[in-house]
């Protein structure tokens, strides 16, 4: 996490100088700045609300089933913690046993499907940043911007916040 927030930081400050070099170079030249806000625009464009909706019905099913593996987890350890006391011997440790197989393979479920489900969330992610890059690179070439920065931002004015436009687009 440090390490990109590292990469981040050296990025903008890179662009920065770059635009400090230029303009004492050609200090009658106006440049043209952009920012986008990428969090926002993962949050609000159609197609972030149409990858998080056919992620949730992809994973529905799985999630369902999840939910009746931890239900049936918890009769059965409910089940012994009640009646485990007045059960035979061998009777408690079948079900003991049964609830140990149990709680594996539940938590082996769980693992699996977070795991899927982050490897999807990512593959949808590699796209929508991809599509939102070629969109942006389009406004930037036909508005003739200098720099658009995308990247985390501790100030910028509306005036050149093109996020709406890129949401639109």
């Known amino acids: 996490m440090k390490r990109i927030d590292v990469r981040r ?11 400090a070099v230029v303009s004492t170079a050609a200090p009658a030249a106006e440049f043209k700045i952009g920012f986008v806000n990428g ?9 972030a609300k149409r990858a998080q909706a056919k992620l949730e019905k992809e994973f529905a099913s799985r999630q369902v089933d999840l939910q009746k593996l931890e ?3 918890q009769t059965l350890q409910t089940s012994l913690d009640k009646d485990g006391a007045t059960m ?6 079948n079900k003991e046993r049964d609830l140990a197989n149990m709680t594996r393979d539940l938590q082996r479920s769980q693992r699996e499907f977070r ?9 949808e992610l590699a796209s929508m940043q991809e ?3 070629k969109v942006i690179q389009h406004i930037a070439v036909d508005e003739k911007v200098d720099l658009i920065v995308q990247e985390q931002l501790i100030y910028a004015i509306p005036r050149i916040d ?7 687009a």
């Open 162 to 168: 093109i996020t709406e436009r890129v949401i639109k």
């Open 9 to 19: 930081t050296l990025a903008l400050l890179a662009a920065a100088s770059m635009l």
């Open 131 to 133: 599509r939102a890059n």
């Open 88 to 93: 035979a011997e061998s009777e408690r440790r």
């Open 115 to 123: 795991e899927d489900l982050n490897l999807r969330k990512n593959e």
């Open 71 to 73: 239900k049936q987890v």
């Open 39 to 47: 969090e926002r625009l993962l949050r609000e464009a159609a197609p």
